[in-house]
């Protein structure tokens, strides 16, 4: 069956970087669109960015832009979030979601088939 594994998150000081990353199995990788959604205490996940299965097509919400970088290796499939300048608001868990579509991205939660269990990212200021 289809399995995301999220690993890489943790605690970090403002201003600090993680890399996050997403191990699936049991699909053909290469023809997943990913995605990267995030859910705060007490709020509705929302979506953070995405990757088209090519990995030509990339699109991020305007609060991680320029801090975010969402990138795939389909040798290892494995789609990661390169995260900088990380601030207290980005706290919450980090969850992938894999969604077979061979047009762009996805940016709609409904939309993605298959999900990880998340990983906790924490800010400190």
């Known amino acids: 069956q289809v399995q995301l594994v999220e690993s890489g998150g943790g605690l970090v000081q403002a201003g600090g970087s993680l890399r996050l990353s997403c191990a699936a199995s049991?699909?053909?990788?290469?023809?997943?669109?990913m995605g990267w959604f995030r859910q705060a205490p007490g709020k509705e996940r929302e979506f953070v960015a995405a990757i088209s299965r090519s990995g030509r097509s990339t699109y991020y919400t305007d609060s991680v832009k320029g801090r975010f970088i969402i990138f795939r290796d389909d040798a290892k499939n494995t789609v990661y979030l390169q995260m900088i300048s990380l601030k207290p608001e980005d706290t919450a868990v980090y969850y992938c979601a894999a969604q077979a579509w061979d047009g762009g991205v996805i940016l709609v939660a409904a939309e993605y088939d298959y999900w990880g269990q998340g990983t906790q990212v924490t800010v400190s200021s």
């Open positions: 049991g699909l053909t990788f290469s023809r997943y669109a």
